[in-house]
């Protein structure tokens, strides 16, 4: 069963999410904030994270690079409530961008096509 790390300083959208993907057949942890997040990561392996990019303390852009730096190979979702972000470099390097949204089809499919294609290399 793929695992699928939640980063989202919202708690209500981080219970949202994670109900969801559970529905889906997916293994879900969830992280506050970027410092969560990497604890998360040095604990245990993840298929893929949906990082929200604003939040307090830390943008998710920052631990995103942070990750880019390390070589890190997690596929990453970003996932926010504002669409100007798309236009941020920084951005581009995630495997998706989802704009925020109370319907979640377009974050569920991203995430099928993201572990499908993990799977499949």
Avoid: H
């Avoid at 939640?6 to 999410?17: A, G, K, N, S, T």
């Avoid at 506050?32 to 949906?50: H, K, T």
């Avoid at 390390?70 to 100007?84: G, K, N, Y």
């Amino acid at each position: 069963m793929p695992k699928i790390l939640v980063v989202d300083d919202e708690d209500d959208l981080r219970l949202l999410y994670a109900d969801e993907l559970e529905d889906e057949g997916y293994e879900v942890v969830t992280a506050g904030s970027g410092q969560e997040a990497r604890e998360c990561l040095a604990r245990e392996p993840f298929d893929l994270m949906i990082l929200d990019i604003q939040m307090r303390g830390e943008s998710g852009l920052d631990l995103l690079k942070e990750m880019v730096r390390e070589r890190e190979e997690l596929p990453v979702i970003l996932c926010t409530a504002f669409s100007m972000y798309k236009d941020d470099f920084s951005s581009w390097l995630a495997d998706a961008y989802v704009v925020k949204s109370s319907d979640l089809s377009e974050l569920k499919e991203q995430v099928r096509i993201i572990l499908a294609k993990k799977k499949s290399a």
